[in-house]
């Protein structure tokens, strides 16, 4: 398969394909993903100033360590700015929507950087700063799903701000319930669930918010089969954006390393999203996602279950979740070999 690979305008030729869809500095598209280049795209790229676009080639993809150094500051510093937005609200005080819009732009401004989040989301995680890397991961996430589903950018920079914001009622759950190292007894559970109404009773008070950001926030956990909360509602009643939210919370939650419960890796947790969410999640929103992600993780090393180590380098769409991995000289094809599984990214 072809690597995605970052090139530099002036080194670009006609004829070669773009590996991912290319957005002016006001979220317009001006080339969309798989479209060759030619010379009058070329020339608007350069009347543009977009330096450097990336492409798909055989070679090996190569990512400057610079530009990988700075989308990490400004990850740890979208971070350490949501961390100030919640501890705010823990005392009292309401939502800093000037601090809330400067992280959403930071994120946006992002959205040409599939490869750069992927791989922030799997590798730039501290378990004791969960919640605040859990917002900004499904800030993230609900981007790339919004970009991958060619949503207008209205509505894909809502979904950034939502979720941003979509968790901000922990912060009125009891820190001996929100940081439990073990089970919740249901009594516990009842109060978790309860995150979702304190969200929106937060984000209602914040002038100049959009309302539907608010209700994608409240309708979150909310599931097509009615077996979600807080209100237990189904399909046709459940906001768009919240099924968007939906599916970037449960893939980031389930990859992290929590206080109570280990990681699951990403194959894992597509298995589930692709074998085990019909009915529960929106189908549309599960196969974009799917589809687009998993090719990322092509060329990462894995753990399989029988402790050899390999890397991956084929994805099944019949079954993304078990691809081709090469281990030394053999290939291990897992959607014939359901004997193993791959337990671990190795980052």
Known sequence: MAARYFLPIEKCEVGMKTAETIYNEFGAVIVWEDSLLDENVLNKLRRLRIDRIKVFSEEDEVIPESKNEVFRAQYQNNVDMIKDILHDISVG?????????????????????????????????????????????????????????????????????????????KSKIPEEILHKPGKLTEEEYE????????????????????????????????????????FGIKSDKIPFMSKVIAVADMYDAMTANRVFKSKESPFKVFDILQNHSFGVLETSVVNHFLTNIASYYIGDSVRLSDGRTGEIIYINAKNIARPVVKSGETYVDLFFDKKLDIVELII
């Not at 819009?101 to 930071?106: A, D, K, L, P, Y």
């Not at 970009?147 to 009622?169: E, F, P, Q």
């Open 93 to 169: 005080k309401s939502v800093d929507l000037h601090k809330t819009e400067h992280i959403s732009n930071s994120i946006f401004n992002k959205i040409n950087e599939n490869r750069d989040i992927v791989g922030a989301i799997s590798s730039l995680r501290d378990v004791d700063d969960y919640t605040y890397c859990h917002s900004t991961n499904v800030s993230l996430l609900c981007m790339l799903i919004g970009k991958w589903m060619r949503l207008n950018m209205r509505t894909i920079k809502d979904l950034i701000t939502a979720g941003l914001l979509h968790d901000v009622g």
């Open 191 to 230: 109060t978790m669930k309860k995150h979702a109404e304190f969200s929106y009773k937060i984000l209602q008070e914040v002038e100049g918010l959009n309302p539907e950001i608010c209700k994608a926030v409240l309708f979150h956990h909310e599931r097509e089969d009615g077996s979600g909360y807080p």
